[in-house]
């Protein structure tokens, strides 16, 4: 089938993005650096610097009509068919072509990334044949995901085996085969869509920044020159052809050099402290970083390191395995923060601009992260082992001021929040596999369940059977054992129902301030999730739907600004009407199982009826508990003192909700235990 | 398709001159790549996307090509015509109107990117592609109306063939490269949830609309619209003078696009302004200065002048305005103004 050809923007016109594009090249010339990751906000050339890199790509030796693009001079690494070639007596043609850049779609299946039957082949020859995926043509090539981190998990664990291994193997379908698969890894992406799964991140040998660029006199060439291309592109990549010739000299020549270039005993030495200072885990950054920094000599014409390329590689490598802290959990580093993870409100006028370290984070890896990871160590393993014991009892008494003194939600925590999720692996976004016809197709089953044709796959059971088969007319027989079904995969959401108690007892102590900055924190999450979000208030008699369910977390945050404090405590009131809203979800979208989150001290004084109050709220609980779909989790924000009335947990047990207190939100474990829960 | 229901003429819609000026701009040059209209329920979001449709200009495509190949230009064909092109043939011609394709937000992604052609696999046991929305929309109009509400792995999709005009399959024993280049117009309420960044970049311009606060033109808005409900042809009718006015002042702004020129200083203060008011990424610069051009164009203008800027920097800036959570939509006037001051 054909193939469209597109005429890119040369890579010697793009204006500015040093470090981009020299980690693009030094790929170019040492195709052992194990790809490049380009993070960086949106429109900033990163697409086109990767589409425009395939034009300097050196030429390689391949075998003539081999689908894996062996290399005939490699017999170790020679696919099943160039051996039996060789085995037969045959010559292997060679031919020239200019290393591949295959495009990884993120709507890819799985049958086209790993390859599968071959069902024309099948019904016309009656045998399975082979039909070799991207894999297959990435081989010795580059292959290239824009917005790497929407690419589904599914996929992802299929790249990362084969990367691992450099070899595919394929077992379904009715085949079995396996072809060598060494690829270099180039991704895209905007981290404010989420962050990649760390094992993929660690796949990538460098990793750099991109930001626009500031100076307008630059920002007015790049105008001039996309409008040029635009107008012409044939004739605006003839006149840049010139300067394409010299980049791709200059990659030939350092290719040639690279295998005469020699690094330093005592910069070994440097490679080895650089990567203990920056606490990364496992040895391939030390092993990447001399493999860079000796591919920067040879681009250099040097065939000696020096240290002023150590420290050039070590950015480049270093950047995305930094991790804070010694004790190591498998972690990465915090992104440079984003928009986005800043924190709303809050601290605004002290350190909302400071607080955003876009520029700082790259340019000396490890050490400015130093300060603060110092600081966080003394801090975390206190915290974690407090959140390990909350979850079966409530603390005897958190001590922990050291975050807490008057601020009510640090900064920092927040993006923290979300970081750690992400180290759990879980990725971004719930997903599910889906009942429902909706959702993204990634691979097909056996299994019959809703009918869900999987129409490719159905094709590809059947074919080999068709010399056999009656077959009315049409040229493909179908019986019901061929059929296959859809899996599909659907991102979901959750809906997450805030209930929160704006009585007068909110007021005191900066229990509303906080109790907002928990909120706060999870609604942060819930925008980079696409959460359904929810807001339930009570005080005084009633309780109000202040927000019925959207996704517009805008809305929640603006609401949540203005809801005010005061009056009694209708805590029945409050249930009720929280368990009549997710009810009504639970209607229109029975896939998503609400989670209600309480935010009270549980001190209900009003009732609805001729109860008790407190009374009414437990069978208000006990109504909720019935319903297994719902479930919940109750913050309490008594303070912990010599008078304790410990409401909030008893309405805890009764809902058989998870209990947290409002210190522990400090201890950052909301955020991770609705993660949990949903 | 869908052309029976009488469409609402363009001409006749009262106020929300931002809106009708942002779609006007992107019928005269579809390298501004769409527009976004947020606003609230009834402020005729999708009429007037609708209506657009009816002053879209002709385009010369090659007969029969699914994708609406343009017989002059090699660098955007599919690779059948450019096959076809280069065995020597001479590829047929055909006029017709620009499309304008809906993408429903229920539509499954094999139908947006397209599949394997189940009739021909069945009947003849080959595989072919089968193309999908994005490649009737190549040199068209793809419009999303609801675009928030769009399901994310679409949106995934759309992402990925917007930014570089590309489709590129890779699914169900299909593998497939065609060029998808269509101006994304979508419409949305923002009460229903915002849109991802990454898409909401994607869109050149974006304006923001709400209903209109005199009472004298809410009058004339109803009273057209019941004109228009009790006789549509004859409402129609009506409103073709003006129409006819505004298809040929598109076909003349497209014909002088070329030769509008955008001086150093124009572009100066482009970048100026994108650099102080904080914008992410270099597309705010690029789509300013596109509108700025297609504006004197429209105009009737072939040099750029500093209204034409600033007539482009609320469209373009808006939705690229670094936010922080949660922050509303805005741009600051008093910085603008400063800025264009200087």
Not at chain 2, 300 to 307: K, L, Y
Request: glycine share 8%; hydrophobic share 40%.
């Amino acid at each position: 089938m054909g193939s469209y050809q597109r005429f890119t923007f040369p890579f010697s016109a793009i204006t500015g993005q040093e470090k981009m594009k020299k980690g693009l090249l030094l790929n170019a010339v040492n195709p052992r650096l194990g790809g490049v990751l380009v993070r960086g906000e949106k429109g900033t050339a990163k697409s086109t610097a990767v589409r425009a890199l395939a034009a300097l790509l050196p030429e390689i030796e391949v075998v003539v009509g081999c689908p894996f693009s062996c290399d005939p001079n490699d017999p170790a690494r020679l696919c099943a068919l160039c051996r039996g070639r060789l085995a037969a007596g045959k010559r292997l043609e060679k031919t020239r072509r200019r290393v591949q850049v295959v495009d990884l779609p993120v709507s890819a299946t799985e049958d086209r990334v790993v390859g599968s039957l071959d069902f024309e082949h099948a019904i016309r020859h009656g045998r399975p044949r082979f039909e070799p995926g991207l894999l297959a043509r990435a081989n010795r090539g580059i292959i290239y995901v824009d917005e790497v981190n929407l690419l589904d998990d599914h996929i992802v664990d299929v790249l990362l085996d084969a990367a691992a291994m450099g070899v595919n193997v394929v077992e379904r379908e009715g085949i079995s085969y396996s072809h060598p698969a060494e690829f270099i890894l180039v991704g895209t992406m905007n981290p404010e869509e989420g962050d990649l799964r760390p094992q993929l991140l660690d796949r990538f040998g460098l990793c750099v920044q991109v930001e626009g660029v500031t100076d307008p006199g630059e920002r007015v060439e790049i105008a001039r020159r996309r409008e040029a291309f635009d107008a012409d592109p044939l004739g605006f990549i003839a006149q840049w052809s010139e300067e394409e010739q010299r980049l791709r000299e200059r990659v030939a020549a350092a290719r040639r050099l690279l295998p005469a270039v020699t690094i330093a005993p005592e910069l070994l030495d440097l490679v080895a402290r650089l990567s203990l200072e920056a606490f990364v885990a496992g040895h391939r950054a030390d092993i990447m970083m001399a493999a860079a920094a000796r591919t920067i000599a040879a681009w250099n014409g040097r065939t000696e390191v020096i240290a002023g390329d150590v420290y050039e590689a070590a950015e480049l490598v270093l950047f995305h395995r930094l991790r804070e802290a010694p004790p190591p959990p498998p972690e990465q580093p915090e992104p440079p923060a984003e928009e986005q993870e800043e924190p709303p409100e809050q601290g605004e006028e002290d350190d909302s601009r400071e607080q955003e370290p876009p520029e700082q984070p790259a340019e000396t890896p490890p050490l400015p992260e130093q300060q603060d990871g110092g600081a966080r160590n003394t801090e975390q393993p206190e915290g974690r082992e407090e959140e390990q014991e909350q979850h079966i009892s409530p603390p005897a008494a958190p001590q922990e001021t050291v975050f807490a003194v008057g601020q009510p939600f640090p900064v920092k925590r927040i993006s923290h929040d979300r970081d750690r999720i992400l180290r759990k692996g879980s990725g971004r976004r719930s997903r599910t596999r889906t009942a429902s016809k909706v959702g993204r197709y990634v691979r097909s089953t056996m299994q019959r369940k809703n009918d869900d044709l999987a129409f490719d796959a159905t094709l590809r059971a059947a074919a080999p059977y068709q010399r056999r088969r009656e077959k009315n007319g049409v040229a493909i027989a179908i019986e019901t054992a061929d059929i296959r079904e859809k899996v599909r995969e659907k991102r979901i959401g959750n809906f997450l129902l805030f209930v929160v108690d704006a009585s007068g007892s909110m007021g005191a102590q900066q229990r509303m301030v906080e109790t907002k900055g928990a909120i706060l924190s999870l609604l942060l999450d819930a925008y980079q999730k696409r959460d359904r979000i929810g807001m339930v208030a009570f005080r005084g008699n009633t309780a109000e739907t202040l927000l019925p369910p959207t996704s517009s977390v805008e809305m929640a945050h603006k609401l949540l600004e203005e809801l005010p404090t005061g009056g009694k405590t209708p805590l029945s009131a409050g249930l009720i009407k929280a368990y009549e809203v997710a009810k009504a979800h639970l209607y229109k979208d029975p896939n998503i199982e609400p989670l209600l989150i309480i935010i009270s001290d549980g001190k209900g004084n009003v009732s609805m009826g001729a109860d008790k109050p407190l009374a009414e709220a437990r069978r208000a609980a006990e109504i909720i508990r019935a319903e297994e779909r719902i479930k919940t989790l109750v913050v309490d924000v008594e303070k912990s003192g010599f008078l304790t009335f410990g409401l909030a947990r008893e309405l805890a047990v009764v809902l058989g909700a998870e209990y947290y207190k409002i210190d522990d939100l400090k201890a950052d474990t909301l955020v991770q235990a609705v993660k949990e829960m949903s | 398709m869908g052309a029976f229901k009488k469409v609402y003429p363009f001409a006749a819609i009262v106020g929300q001159e931002e809106m009708k000026r942002g779609l006007l701009l992107n019928a005269v040059n579809p390298k501004l790549s769409g527009i976004l209209i947020r606003g609230e329920k009834g402020t005729a979001k999708s009429t007037a996307v609708r209506a657009l449709a009816a002053l879209l200009p002709e385009i010369e495509v090659v007969a029969g090509c699914v994708y609406s190949c343009d017989p002059d230009d090699i660098t955007t064909m599919c690779a059948s015509c450019r096959e076809r092109l280069a065995a020597g043939e001479e590829l047929p011609r055909a006029r017709r109107k620009m499309r304008v394709v809906d993408l429903p937000v229920s539509a499954t992604e094999d139908r947006v990117v397209g599949t394997l052609d189940i009739e021909q696999a069945i009947k003849k046991g080959e595989k072919h592609f089968e193309p999908g929305v994005l490649a009737q929309a190549n040199r068209g109009i793809l419009y999303v109306d609801e675009v928030n509400l769009l399901d994310d792995h679409i949106v995934d999709v759309l992402l990925d063939s917007a930014a570089m005009g590309v489709n590129t399959v890779e699914r169900e024993g299909v593998s497939f490269t065609h060029p998808a280049n269509f101006i994304l117009v979508g419409t949305m309420n923002p009460e229903e949830g915002e849109l991802r960044p990454q898409l909401l970049d994607r869109f050149g311009l974006c304006v923001n609309i709400t209903g209109i606060p005199d009472p004298r033109l809410r009058v004339e808005v109803v009273k057209r619209r019941a004109a228009f409900e009790e006789d549509p042809e004859g409402f129609a009718r009506q409103w073709e003078a003006e129409e006819e006015r505004l298809r040929r002042q598109i076909v003349a702004a497209k014909a002088l696009l070329p030769k509008v020129k955008i001086s150093d200083e124009m572009l100066f203060l482009i970048a100026r302004i994108a650099v102080e008011m904080g914008v992410d990424g270099h597309r705010a610069d690029l789509v300013m200065m596109k509108a700025a051009k297609t504006t004197a164009a429209l105009r009737g203008r072939e040099e750029v002048t500093e209204d034409d800027v600033r007539s482009s920097v609320d469209l373009a800036l808006l939705h690229r305005m670094r936010r922080r959570p949660f922050q509303e939509m805005d741009i600051d006037r008093e910085k603008l103004q400063v800025i264009m001051g200087r």
